[in-house]
Each structure stands twice: as structure tokens, then as C-alpha cells.
């Protein structure tokens, strides 16, 4: 058994779940938030959810404020949000922290297995880096998230593949999963 399904995480409601529960899908594991200028990625993702569920995706959302407080609203109010203006179905979990001393180990070890290497190039990319090394203490800490909607693969056997950070195409990722599927 590979160790991210050693995992239990909260769901939105308080209740235990633990991620052996989705053993043999394919996981996309998402640390997002509702005021972010990536919020806009929940509707390919809900997209990507609706076209590859059936063949053994499931996205796994836990909001995060740990980002220049983009996620502030009740675990009620941001499924609200995320429902009621982007129809999202797949599964939504407790907000929780992603980086220090309180972030949820599941993310801890996601980050360690696959660190932090930059957002890539260009003008969009420079302007991250600035922001998030202004409102995230630990930026550019390469076992910690860098910022928002940074997406972690997981394959049918529980092995984190890839890591894409918000800045990367929505549609690699839908190509990286299509492959791991």
C-alpha cells in the first residue's frame, strides 16, 4: 500500500475519511480558495471532472487561507461559492492549512514528494513570484505549497506523478491526467 492512502482528512462537515477510500482512482489533489485570481480554475476542473470521472478521476479540493486570506468564508460558505457559481461536484473538504506548523500532513508529504521548483517563466509567472514571496513567509521553501490551486497526480497505486503549480496550462494538466487514467 503506498503511504498517501495512510491518510485521513476531514470533510467539509468534520467527519473522518480516510484516503484508502479512493484506492485505484486516479487523484487530483488541490489546495484552492474562493477570492484568488485562480478561483477561475474550478470550472475546468470541474470540466475535467465531469468528462473523466467515469473512467476513475476524482479531484479532491481542500480550501486553504493560508494565501493572502483567499479562502476567509465558513467550510459551508466556500461549498456554497464553489456549487453555486462554478457547479462543482467533485468532493470538497474541511479548510485546513497547507504550510507550516499546522499544515495538514497530507500535504506536507504531497510537497515533499514532489517539491516546489519555481512558477516557470514570463511576465504572469514574475508577478507570482513576487506576490507570493511578499505574502508567503515560507516562499520559495521547497517542501512547502508556493500558492493557491497547486495541483497534485496521483496514479492508480497511490504514487504522487506530478505537480503542476497554478501557473501551469490547465489543459497539460488535463493531459497528464488523461495519461495516468
Known amino acids: 500500500m503506498s503511504k498517501v492512502y495512510n491518510f485521513t482528512v476531514k ?30 480554475h474550478y470550472e475546468p476542473l470541474e470540466a475535467m471532472y ?14 486553504c487561507n493560508q494565501f493572502a486570506n483567499q479562502a476567509p468564508g465558513t467550510d459551508d460558505e466556500i461549498h456554497e ?23 495538514d500532513p497530507l500535504f506536507t508529504y504531497l ?38 490551486f497547486t495541483k497534485f497526480l496521483i496514479d492508480r497505486e497511490g504514487n504522487v506523478i506530478a505537480r503542476f503549480e497554478p501557473t501551469v496550462d490547465m489543459d497539460e494538466v488535463k493531459n497528464a491526467v488523461k495519461a495516468a487514467l
Do not use: H, M
Open 11 to 40: 470533510d467539509r462537515t468534520g467527519n473522518d475519511v480516510s484516503l484508502k477510500d479512493f484506492e485505484g482512482k486516479v487523484l487530483l489533489i488541490v489546495n484552492t480558495a474562493t477570492g484568488c485570481g485562480f478561483t477561475p
Open 111 to 148: 510537497a515533499s514528494e514532489k517539491p516546489f521548483e519555481g512558477f516557470g517563466k514570463g511576465i504572469k509567472n514574475a508577478a507570482l513570484n513576487k506576490f507570493a514571496a511578499q505574502n508567503n513567509k515560507k516562499y520559495g521553501d521547497k517542501t512547502n505549497i508556493g500558492w493557491n
Open 50 to 63: 465531469k468528462e473523466l470521472r467515469d473512467q476513475g478521476l476524482e479531484i479532491l479540493d481542500f480550501p
Open 81 to 103: 461559492f464553489c456549487t453555486l457559481k462554478f457547479g462543482t461536484e467533485f468532493p470538497q473538504f474541511a479548510k485546513i492549512d497547507v504550510n507550516g506548523e499546522t499544515a
